[in-house]
């Protein structure tokens, strides 16, 4: 009898044991420390990376966006929530995240691969923007024009790697989407990816609100290494008073022209006109703030983290992602320079002298853009204000960028 029930229970304390074991090696399954280690010895689609160490890069990656945000103040509004999202989309085990039941999954398709929070961004920027100064001096409309030679040069540019650097290889609708980066101006560059070259999206948006947080530092060498001292002391005539019945009327024949000319940048520009519109009118000023303030920063916290999770190892660690890199940083450096040249060309024809610099502010970034080019002005001149100028080709640089947009959607 003793013997049946040591053996019994021995039984019992083995089946206990082995029980314990079982629900110790399922706990330890599940960390994301194991997860990790399995991937170190799984080869994916990371250009022959090990899984695993392609993760903890990118996980580097956007601790080094929160840093650059929080240190330095580069877009920190947006570089914070992408930075965050890029490190969510690394975790090992994410299919409550970014897998097809995963909340940053379901905000990106219902966000992004729809459209919609580039527009309300878009939406929210007209309510922030003021078209007087391009209104007060409409030839400064030709600055931001030139500032998109940019995107179509790097365009061509795109197409020459497919062809001649291995590894690389971008169709025309990539190439597209790549191409405006050179207008840095995010929310058009994910609207206009998302439709062109879904697959590119997290290196397009990384690359765009990269440069856009960059400008203090990419702008200023090209601005001095094209035009003299003698030029960027020019003082520019005051600006003549815009009446409101004017400001109230342009949203609407932009948006009428763009209906009739380039319909596929209806979306782009008509959410932008109408933020616009709230604001002149003067009678919804309810819906001005919320558009400026409350529905734009809810969309850009969605933005940045479904922008982020387009970071993951296996789709941003590839050739093609330098490839694209690089691109965006030409075409944003082209824009630059055009937009300075066209403004000196410009001075041979007219009789009020443009100061060169605010043509680097005809690239979209609002009004981060602008605002460098008065820096680099004062720099010559305390006394030389160009702010106001600059927004001119500034503003205009924000309706070229989208209707460069409208066209390569209709071309490819």
């Not at 190439?175 to 062109?196: V, Y």
């Not at 200023?220 to 002391?233: D, G, Y």
């Not at 932009?254 to 000319?261: D, M, N, P, Q, R």
Request: hydrophobic share 55%.
């Amino acid at each position: 009898m003793n013997t049946i029930t040591s053996t019994v229970n021995h039984a019992i304390t083995n089946d206990i044991a082995n029980n314990n074991i079982s629900q110790i090696d399922k706990l330890w399954n599940s960390t994301g420390i194991n997860a990790f280690l399995k991937g170190f010895q799984e080869i994916g689609q990371v250009d022959g990376l090990p899984i695993g160490v392609g993760q903890l890069i990118m996980i580097g990656v956007g601790l080094l966006l929160i840093y650059l945000a929080i240190k330095k103040g580069f877009e920190p509004l947006l570089l914070v929530p992408i930075g965050f999202g890029g490190i969510l989309a690394n975790i090992p085990v994410t299919q409550g995240i970014i897998g097809p039941e995963g909340f940053l999954h379901i905000l990106y398709v219902s966000g992004l691969e729809t459209g919609l929070f580039p527009l309300l961004i878009f939406m929210g920027v007209g309510a922030m923007t003021d078209f007087g100064p391009l209104l007060a001096n409409p030839k400064t409309a030709l600055l931001g024009a030139a500032a998109q030679f940019g995107i179509f040069t790097t365009i061509i540019g795109a197409l020459l790697l497919t062809k001649y650097v291995s590894g690389i290889d971008f169709s025309l609708a990539d190439a597209a989407a790549i191409g405006i980066i050179g207008g840095a101006d995010g929310p058009t560059a994910i609207f206009l990816s998302t439709r062109l070259a879904p697959e590119l999206l997290g290196a397009i948006a990384v690359a765009a609100y990269s440069y856009m947080a960059l400008v203090p530092i990419i702008q200023p060498p090209i601005m001095r290494l094209l035009t003299t001292a003698e030029e960027r002391k020019i003082k520019m005539k005051q600006m003549r008073h815009v009446k409101k019945v004017e400001k109230i009327i342009f949203p609407l024949v932009v948006l009428g022209l763009c209906i009739l000319f380039l319909p596929d940048a209806t979306p782009l520009i008509g959410m932008l006109m109408l933020g616009n519109l709230f604001a002149e009118c003067g009678v919804v000023e309810r819906l001005r703030a919320t558009a400026a303030n409350e529905l734009i920063n809810i969309v850009t916290i969605l933005l940045g983290l479904t922008v982020g999770s387009k970071l993951s190892a296996t789709t941003f660690l590839k050739m093609e992602t330098l490839g694209i890199l690089i691109l965006g940083l030409i075409a944003f450096a082209i824009g630059t320079a055009m937009g300075v040249l066209l403004a000196k060309l410009m001075n041979l024809f007219i009789k009020d002298k443009i100061n060169p610099l605010i043509g680097a502010a005809g690239v979209s970034a609002v009004p981060m853009a602008a605002r460098v080019v008065n820096k680099v002005g004062m720099e010559e001149d305390h006394q030389n204000i160009l702010l106001m100028h600059a927004m001119g080709p500034n503003v205009s640089g924000v309706i070229g960028s989208a209707v460069a947009a409208g066209i390569l959607l209709a071309l490819c």
